[in-house]
């Protein structure tokens, strides 16, 4: 199955035109990189077991490479021949997604995620994303990381475009170009991209309105401030036909409800020259959020109450013998259960007795402002009414999650978690690989859905524990994993034994021969 894919992204194709091997040689760098590839998909593994797993795995029917050959020495060498094409690489074989399975582009998402590596890279190779201490996702602050960026289609959760960039590489700054390349994918149909908050600056902005590529961002409290977001009045907003994923399954009155207003903003540049820019901001209002502020700021008030009445209970004693213990005991309760904002606190010490005092209490005032703004936040777009109301602007935004999706799948079923590489060059390569792994684990996921969709199904019998469930890849993969062929002796063709039901309705709904063996 992973073999089909490859070769209808002509992946191996692409690989060997852009770095040719000598007539002499027994493998082709396309070839290995395919076969990396169906790694990553089916067992994941460092580099040096990859051997191993072909032989396991029926590669050398499959792929026509001999698993002799899959050594880390040669498997090394096809990612430094990559190395210096990847930008080339991850282009046509995405254009090549668009093309052969008609994805549509016309509404992207995007976002960074950070890959922890284990090792120094004291000397990074210039051209290559490089390692470096940064913000990584996992809170390992101790590792060095790389991060690598992912564009995905609303049309299947496709992700059509990837790069690596350095571990300490801010997102703001990876807009314009992650734009451009975006451009040349998706020609020249009109084309919005939506992302996180770190797609909000002047410059990004201003760079896709004069490209005419239209946006959705939110914005963070730089651009509007959480005065703006208590201002606004629920009983003014207009109610959104929108329904969360994780309330799909509940009764109307158990559903979270969204909420929409909007007014007009405007944006200066760090120039006097510059153009003023003036953007939509949409207000949006989730009840689910609002409450999830509202829990998280009572138990944080709980717990900090809980701590403070410890330090009473022990004012004078061994562990806060003066005045400026119990101060730094307090501003450590402040910071530790954030409540800092609303904590009035006195302290000092009783003239009689010598010992420290300690009166307190939290400002309700503060409270209620911060309350004001539970459930808001706001979304700037350049999109006109017509194109989008406000209620669609959210709709669209919504859709961010894909990313998100396929990022856990980049972390989970590929198992991204730490590389072990000899230097940054062969990272930023073996990063390609996983995305195009990712690329095709999308793919069949679509592909199972859309044969499904025009039977009128959503789901697959049998598929999880023996019941229907909406295919994923993961699950299509695991349901693909326990066919087996037997190898060929003499003049005898390799034979796959008789999948079962499921496995042959999955090669079906994927329109894959599994006899058709290269």
Known sequence: MVAAFCSRLRIRELVD?????RDVAESTHGQVIEVLVANRLTSPAPLVHVQEWARAWAVGEAFGVEPSLLNDDRIGRALDAVAPHLDQLAGSVGLAAIEEFGVDVTRLHGDLT????????EQAEAGFAAPKFGHPKDRRPDLKQIQAGLAVSSD???????RAYDGGAGEVGQVIPAMQALQRLAGPQPMLMIGDSKLVSYANLAAMTAEQVAFI??????YVSAQALAGQRLDQAHPVDYVAARDAGKDAGRRGTWH????DMTLAGPRKKDPILTLRRIFVHSSARA??????RAKKLERARDDLARLERGLGGRHYPTEQAVTDRVTAIGRARRVTTYLVAVTGTDPATGKPTLTWNFDQNAIDVEAATDGWYALLTNLSPDQADAGQVLRHYKGQEAVERRHQAFKGPLAVTNLYLKNNRRINALITVICLALLI???????????????????VNGLYAGRPA?????????ALAGIRLIPGTGQSPPTIPQPTNLQLHLLDLLNIDPRDLR
Not at 114 to 121: H, R
Not at 156 to 162: K, L, M, N, T
């Open 441 to 459: 684990f999308c793919l069949i996921e679509r592909q199972v859905r859309h044969t499904l969709a025009a039977q009128d199904k959503t789901k």
């Open 114 to 121: 950070s890959i922890s590596l284990q090792g120094d890279y």
């Open 291 to 296: 409450q999830a502020a509202a829990t998280a």
């Open 217 to 222: 961002a939110p914005a963070s409290k730089t």
């Open 17 to 21: 035109a852009a770095c040719p091997v």
């Open 156 to 162: 299947g959760a496709i992700p059509v475009f990837h």
């Open 470 to 478: 909406v295919p994923t890849g993961k699950l299509i993969l695991d």
């Open 260 to 263: 929409v207003c909007e007014d």
